[in-house]
């Protein structure tokens, strides 16, 4: 009877530690689910910045042909 206490401490423990993991596990997946999120966001960004510096230097290129094409 004495290993009791022993045992109900561990079946506490093993309980405690199971409910923190899988709260770790949900915390973790809506972080990786924030991260995907915002990776997307600033390549997209990003891609909207090549294409707009891409027009840019069209455009100026277009602008220093004109006088000699007038």
């Given at each position: 009877m004495s290993y009791l206490p022993t045992y109900v401490l561990l079946a506490a423990g093993l309980l405690v530690l199971i409910l923190l993991l899988v709260r770790t596990i949900r915390v973790l997946r809506g972080f990786r689910r924030t991260v995907s999120m915002v990776?997307?966001?600033?390549?997209?960004?990003?891609?909207?910045?090549?294409?707009?510096?891409?027009?840019?230097?069209?455009?100026?290129?277009?602008?220093?042909?004109?006088p000699e094409n007038q």
């Open positions: 990776a997307e966001d600033t390549q997209d960004r990003t891609g909207l910045i090549r294409a707009r510096s891409a027009a840019l230097r069209v455009a100026v290129a277009q602008r220093r042909e004109a």
